[in-house]
């Protein structure tokens, strides 16, 4: 099937920047949109920022000017530059992508997750 995998987590201060990387592989056709969520415990896991294939960002208004998507078509891999970290900022990070396994059958998948710690 198909798998993501994420790297790039861990602890940084206040003030510092983390890269987060996401890879995509397996059985694919096409990748749509790929993004990034977050979760932290006793919480809903939210929107963090997405990319369609041909460049187009969103982000949630917690961390625009702050985080930047970026993706590599050709690697079906996403990143996640994350600067001037903030402690609210720590959670659990996840990727997704909406994979394409034929010309016409999509699901959207998860990765594991990668931890994200700030500290004040």
């Known amino acids: 099937q198909v798998q993501l995998v994420e790297s790039g987590g861990g602890l940084v201060q206040a003030g510092g920047s983390l890269r987060l990387s996401c890879a995509a592989s397996g059985r694919i056709f096409s990748i749509s949109a790929m993004g990034w969520y977050r979760q932290t415990p006793g919480k809903q896991r939210e929107f963090v920022a997405r990319i369609t294939s041909g460049g187009r960002t969103n982000y949630a208004d917690s961390v625009k000017g702050r985080f930047t998507i970026s993706r590599d078509n050709a690697k079906n891999t996403v990143w996640l530059q994350m600067n001037s970290l903030k402690a609210e900022d720590t959670a659990v990070y996840y990727c997704?992508?909406?994979?394409?396994?034929?010309?016409?059958?999509?699901?959207?998948?998860w990765g594991q997750g990668t931890q994200v710690t700030v500290s004040s």
């Open positions: 997704n992508a909406d994979v394409f396994t034929t010309a016409t059958m999509s699901n959207r998948y």
